[in-house]
């Protein structure tokens, strides 16, 4: 500290904090380059955590769509056309979750809504019965479907 001190680089205030008076070139260089590199490791941190909760969503659509499956028997096209449905939904959710401006309830609401047509478009009507676990109450809310 006594050789800052006598260099003329530090200055000792009168609560003891060390403040910098002037820095060299190439220490101004290197606190440029570590400063460029917290703000590079700030912005890419998020982007890295909405991959890992993708990936995520994506495996449990994936999951969600292959007992079911199994369960109904629907074939691969459906089961295609139903990851698709479901991870979007799911994305769907979690960013209306996340959002701070957005009414979530009322946005998450319309999500399950726009799912429900959805799923009656690609599902015959029994096939979606089982689909939804058998809720029959639910079902009652949308018209019956002609030719099938």
Not at 124 to 139: A, F, H, N, Q, S
Request: glycine share 6%; hydrophobic share 40%; aromatic share 6%.
């Amino acid at each position: 500290m006594k050789f800052l001190k006598s260099s003329g680089y530090v200055k000792q205030t009168a609560f003891g904090i060390v403040r910098l008076l002037t820095l060299k070139k190439d220490e101004m260089k290197k606190l440029g380059l570590l400063l460029t590199a917290l703000i590079a490791i700030a912005a890419i941190a998020p982007a890295q955590k909405t991959g890992i909760i993708a990936d995520v969503l994506q495996k449990s659509a994936e999951e969600k769509v292959a007992r079911m499956q199994e369960m109904i028997g629907f074939d691969d096209n459906k089961a295609r056309q139903l990851n698709e449905l479901e991870f979007t939904f799911l994305l769907d959710v979690q960013k209306a979750e996340n959002c701070c401006l957005c009414n979530r309830k009322k946005r998450i609401e319309k999500l399950k809504k726009k799912r429900d047509q959805d799923l009656q478009q690609i599902l015959t009507r029994v096939e979606y019965i089982k689909y939804e676990g058998g809720d029959l109450e639910g079902v009652k809310k949308y018209p019956v479907r002609v030719g099938v």
